[in-house]
C-alpha cells in the first residue's frame, strides 16, 4: 500500500475542482458563444457558389430589399473540413456581418420559413452557435417539446 492509498479520505479541497473545472467550461463556452454572436450559419448553399455575391441576395430576399441593394458583410467562407464529393450535402457557410441590429434582421427575418428556396437549393439560416452549446439544446430536446406541447415556458 502507497503512502498516497494510506493517506485516509481526500480533503473536501480536491471535491471542489470539479466544480472550478464545471465553472470554466461554461465560462469558455459563454465566451466563444460571444465570439459568434455576429456570425449566420447558411446551410445549403453549392459549393461553387460565389459567397459574397450570393449570400448578399439571400439576405436581401429574406430582407423584402432590392437584390442588389448592398449589405456589409465582413466575412464569409465554409466551415473547417474536408470539401465533400458533389451529391453530399454541401459545407455550412459561416458569415460575419458587423452590424449586429442587420444580423438580427436577417435571422428574424429567416425565422418566418423553415427553409428558403434560392436558386433551386434548400437553404437553411441558423446563428452560429458553440459545439457545446447545440450538445446541451440537443439533450434538452426531449424536455422542451413536453414543456412546449402543454405550452409552458
Request: aromatic letters at 4%; hydrophobic letters at 30%.
Amino acid at each position: 500500500m502507497t503512502a498516497l492509498e494510506s493517506a485516509g479520505p481526500v480533503p473536501q479541497q480536491t471535491h471542489n475542482h470539479d466544480r472550478q473545472l464545471m465553472d470554466l467550461q461554461l465560462h469558455v463556452e459563454d465566451l466563444d458563444n460571444r465570439s459568434r454572436r455576429n456570425n449566420i450559419r447558411v446551410r445549403g448553399l453549392r459549393e461553387t457558389e460565389n459567397l459574397r455575391e450570393t449570400l448578399t441576395s439571400l439576405f436581401n430576399i429574406i430582407l423584402n430589399r432590392p437584390l442588389e441593394a448592398r449589405l456589409y458583410i465582413d466575412r464569409a467562407h465554409r466551415t473547417l473540413r474536408p470539401k465533400p464529393p458533389p451529391t453530399p450535402l454541401p459545407r455550412d457557410v459561416i458569415c460575419y456581418i458587423q452590424d449586429i441590429q442587420l444580423k438580427e434582421d436577417i435571422i428574424k427575418g429567416a425565422r418566418t420559413e423553415r427553409t428558403w428556396r434560392y436558386k433551386g437549393q434548400n437553404v437553411e439560416l441558423y446563428n452560429d452557435l458553440s459545439h457545446l452549446t447545440l450538445q446541451t439544446r440537443r439533450a434538452l430536446r426531449p424536455v422542451t417539446t413536453i414543456l412546449q406541447e402543454h405550452h409552458l415556458r
